[in-house]
């Protein structure tokens, strides 16, 4: 069955960068585009961007141009999302999501359980 | 892009019909039939419980039902049980992203 895994908490300084990960099973990564959404506590789900194994062609929303980098190894399945520059706005959980692994590619479908990075002096 | 409005809040007793609004615009859900709804419960990944604006994932109760009208989708939960309270948010493409909405918190009174 499709299943997205992802690294574990994390604790960073303001400024700092933090690197999640992210590893797919049951399907092959290059088929369909990874999403990465973040949620802060109590808030609501705000889509970042996404990333096609494929071609390593990426979208990021404004707000994260310059600070975010979205990668994937398909040699280990796994996709990458690097945060630089934290503060603490930053501290939220972040979920990566397969782009239609079970939906032929219409929908952001099956989600990883979530990594919260906390940044903290 | 801004997000989806949603109500904050909606509630109803077991067994009844709650329906949850999502409304976008012409850019995203009226422009696409690809909304998506997700079922949230607290310290989980959200779940997708409708894509597609109508379609039902395997294993999702036919009590889901979804639909869409312009620049507005709907969530309809038929026969309300306990276990469906839970924060509901949609989901929309839109030309170079995507957009969910503000999120409904849905009681089981």
């Known amino acids: 069955q499709v299943q997205l895994m992802q690294s574990g908490a994390e604790v960073r300084k303001p400024g700092a960068s933090v690197k999640v990960s992210c590893k797919v099973s049951?399907?092959?990564?290059?088929?369909?585009?990874i999403h990465w959404v973040r949620q802060a506590p109590g808030q609501g789900l705000e889509w970042m961007g996404r990333?096609?194994?494929?071609?390593?062609?990426?979208i990021y929303i404004q707000k994260f141009r310059g600070r975010v980098t979205m990668t994937t190894d398909t040699s280990v399945s796994t996709a990458y999302m690097d945060l630089s520059g934290l503060t603490s706005g930053d501290s939220v959980t972040y979920f990566c999501?397969?782009?239609?692994?079970?939906?032929?590619?219409?929908?952001?479908?099956?989600w990883g359980q979530g990594t919260l990075v906390t940044v903290s002096s | 892009q801004s997000a989806l409005t949603q109500p904050a809040s909606v509630s109803g007793s077991p067994g009844q019909s709650i329906t949850i609004s999502c409304t976008g615009t012409?850019?995203?859900?009226?422009?696409?039939?690809?909304v998506s709804w997700y079922q949230q419960h607290p310290g989980k990944a959200p779940n997708l419980v409708i894509y597609?604006?109508?379609k039902r994932p395997s294993g999702v109760s036919n009590r889901f039902s979804g639909s869409k009208s312009g620049n507005t989708a709907s969530l309809t939960i038929y026969g309300l049980q306990a276990e469906d309270e839970a924060d509901y948010y949609c989901?929309?493409?839109?030309?170079?992203?995507?957009?969910f909405g503000e999120g409904t918190k849905v009681t089981v009174l």
């Open positions: 999501a397969s782009g239609g692994a079970g939906t032929a590619g219409t929908a952001i479908d099956y």
């Open positions: 049951g399907y092959t990564l290059t088929d369909h585009f």
């Open positions: 990333i096609d194994p494929k071609t390593g062609g990426t």
């Open positions: 012409s850019s995203d859900v009226g422009s696409y039939n690809l």
């Open positions: 597609e604006v109508t």
């Open positions: 989901c929309s493409p839109a030309p170079t992203s995507w957009v």
